[in-house]
């Protein structure tokens, strides 16, 4: 067994679970209030900034070229690529410059980023890689989800469908299940078992953020 399949057995309930959040299920019925997608842009955007400082971390701890870049990639393919569709709905919503900047992170999303940044300054590279997998992998299986459910019709969030299940963002989450693989084979039981507790962890904290959003809760 692959240690990203070990990881996935203990989260499977947990995910199973953001399929039957009603936030994630009106989002690809197109059902979803726009004040609650509003409100998840703005802070999913807060959220990506710490996001990429994670993979900014995953570059200075690299010991080869290869991984380094990758990881440089990351950040920037987050600030610029995914921030791309943000920006787009922001447009489509109202959300000005100014409201971003004078906008705080909710509770809980200032709780799941000040985790992974704690582990990434912690850890090394499987602890940082591990951090990030929940978010990056969930949300392509999120995307290939409510596309399979209900393709990509006259639906307000077509676009953010869309971008979580292109092939560019496959290549991204293949590339880190690779990277956790590597450097999860052979690892000690203690370390294997703390790198399961922050998978755990961070899956929790992709369902509360997907909760605050629809409760829009600060």
């Not at 009603?22 to 807060?46: A, C, T």
């Not at 676009?159 to 590339?175: A, G, V």
Request: with cysteine.
């Amino acid at each position: 067994m692959l240690f990203t399949e070990e990881l996935y057995s203990h989260v499977e309930k947990i995910w199973a679970s953001y399929y039957e959040h009603p936030f994630v299920d009106e989002l690809g019925s197109g059902k979803l209030d726009k004040e609650k997608f509003k409100y998840y842009m703005i802070q999913d955007y807060l959220y990506l900034l710490d996001y990429a400082k994670v993979f900014s971390l995953g570059a200075i701890k690299s010991d080869d070229e290869e991984t380094m870049a990758k990881f440089s990639s990351l950040a920037e393919g987050t600030l610029h690529t995914e921030m791309s569709t943000h920006r787009k709905y922001m447009e489509k919503l109202g959300i000005t410059k100014e409201e971003i900047e004078n906008s705080k992170p909710a509770l809980a999303n200032l709780s799941y980023t000040h985790y992974m940044l704690a582990v990434s300054y912690s850890g090394g590279i499987i602890e940082i890689a591990v951090s990030v997998l929940a978010c990056l992998w969930s949300y392509e299986c999120i995307g290939r989800h409510l596309y399979e459910k209900y393709g990509l019709q006259d639906n307000f969030y077509k676009e953010w469908i869309e971008s979580y299940i292109s092939d560019e963002y496959h290549n991204l989450t293949l590339w880190l299940l690779e990277l956790v693989n590597k450097y999860g084979e052979g690892i000690g039981i203690k370390r294997k078992e703390k790198l399961i507790e922050i998978f755990i962890n961070t899956s929790r904290f992709e369902y509360l953020f997907w909760d605050m959003a629809y409760k829009i809760e600060d």
